[in-house]
T-cell receptor, first 109, second 115 residues
């Protein structure tokens, strides 16, 4: 079993939709949780960084962490074609990041 | 803030050549830098972790003599792929962090193609 599980997609939604991206994990030692966005042929860009259970909002993005269920989510409101990318969840353990496989998102006009 | 610059973005060279990739943190001091490899449609695989002024820590299965890492200052780390062969062709990405439990910020990667 992988330490971090993420549905690879692809996920295709119309512009304006609410997108829900999820990851589950097995190791309760993970302390910090991140979401990165990666466009094709580019490095990952940090979107959200959280360390406690609950919600954190930044513009159209909301990150949710449920440590009791070992489950994290990223919600994107009013999705735009420019949001089309691969979204990677990541969790830190002893300063190393463990990544999910990434979910490819396509937002069509 | 937290900008990481990686250079070059693309390298194409002959088998047997050594290739150096630079990673710079432009607006912060990076106590730790990381080097990753990413295959098409796969996630990032950590190759090594480097702290300024000390030897890099390599992940299991990564050859330290093949992938030389130098972290000479708080803003610069380099990865040298020595005597590169076609199987070393990949997308190499660096990241930098400015402290324990701080998030990693990534460069834009280097696409390496060995002919």
């Amino acid at each position: 079993q992988k330490e971090v599980e993420q549905d690879p997609g692809p996920l295709s939604v119309p512009e304006g939709a609410i997108v829900s991206l999820n990851c589950t994990y097995s190791n309760s030692a993970f302390q910090y949780f991140m979401w990165y966005r990666q466009y094709s042929r580019k490095g990952p860009e940090l979107l959200m960084y959280t360390y406690s259970s609950g919600n954190k909002e930044d513009g159209r993005f909301t990150a949710q962490v449920d440590k009791s269920s070992k489950y994290i989510s990223l919600f994107i409101r009013d999705s735009q074609p420019s949001d089309s990318a691969t979204y990677l969840c990541a969790m830190s353990k002893e300063d190393k990041l463990i990544f999910g496989t990434g979910t490819r998102l396509q937002v069509f006009p | 803030g937290a900008v990481v610059s990686q250079h070059p973005s693309r390298v194409i060279c002959k088998s047997g050549t050594s290739v150096k990739i630079e990673c710079r943190s432009l607006d912060f001091q990076a106590t730790t830098m990381f080097w990753y490899r990413q295959f098409p449609k796969q996630s990032l695989m950590l190759m090594a972790t480097s702290n300024e002024g000390s030897k890099a820590t390599y992940e299991q299965g990564v050859e330290k003599d093949k992938f030389l890492i130098n972290h000479a200052s708080l803003t610069l780390s380099t990865l040298t792929v020595t005597s590169a062969h076609p199987e070393d062709s990949s997308f190499y990405i660096c990241s930098a962090s400015y402290g324990l439990n701080q998030p990693q910020h990534f460069g834009d990667g280097t696409r390496l193609s060995i002919l």
